[in-house]
């Protein structure tokens, strides 16, 4: 059965960090593309970012240079660095397998740049 | 980059009718659309793929159709359960942008 669990969310102050993790079970995500989407509250979903099956990654605009999407395959586990927080980066987090389309989401965590 | 416009933004409608969402991107992407329902506090899940295809499932009352720039998302018969907010995504080039949201109520 395919899973993924993230965590690692949690309160920031703007300009902080965070990494996010994403384990995963069920399948191995060095074969697959994974995905990262967010939603602010009450706001629509937000595509942030792409890893392909080799070493190519994508951003959206409103995170390139401040993000960074990785993996860890013997970990089989997906990460989302996140640095220079803003409070428009206030979210739930979603990881998820694939990128065209995401076939299994994780049920997200909530990252909160606040002061 | 690719924008999606969904339409309507909200919807009342009852158990029983048939509903039409429709997604428009801003350029040609090739059916590559996919269709999401998210329902509070959960997660999205996959209903559709490269426009019209149905993911392993999905109740046959959800269907898609679509080609070029416009896509529709049609539910024939709602379903108490089908109340809940969808959103679709191109997939065609990054960044892979999602529609707004439509929000279907029950009426």
């Known amino acids: 059965e395919v899973q993924l669990v993230e965590s690692g969310g949690g309160l920031v102050q703007p300009g902080g960090s965070l990494r996010l993790s994403c384990a995963a079970s069920g399948f191995t995500v060095s074969s697959q593309y994974m995905s990262w989407a967010r939603q602010a509250p009450g706001k629509g979903l937000e595509w942030v970012s792409v890893?392909?099956?080799?070493?190519?990654?994508y951003y959206a605009d409103s995170v390139k240079g401040r993000f960074t999407i990785s993996r860890h395959n013997s970990k089989n586990t997906l990460y989302l660095q996140m640095n220079s927080l803003r409070a428009e980066d206030t979210a739930m987090y979603y990881c998820?397998?694939?990128?065209?389309?995401?076939?299994?989401w994780g049920q997200g965590t909530l990252v909160t740049v606040s002061s | 980059d690719i924008q999606m416009t969904q339409s309507p933004s909200s919807l009342s409608a009852s158990v029983g009718d048939r509903v039409t969402i429709t997604c428009r991107a801003s350029q040609g992407i090739s059916n590559s659309l996919a269709w999401y329902q998210q329902k509070p506090g959960k997660a999205p899940k996959l209903l559709l793929y490269?426009?019209?295809r149905l993911e392993s499932g999905v109740p046959s009352r959800f269907s898609g159709s679509g080609s070029g720039t416009d896509y529709t998302l049609t539910i024939s018969s709602l379903q108490p359960e089908d109340f809940a907010t969808y959103y679709c995504q191109q997939y065609y080039s990054t960044p892979y942008t999602f529609g707004q949201g439509t929000k279907l109520e029950i009426k």
């Open positions: 890893i392909d099956s080799g070493v190519s990654t």
């Open positions: 490269v426009a019209s």
């Open positions: 998820g397998r694939g990128a065209g389309p995401i076939d299994y």
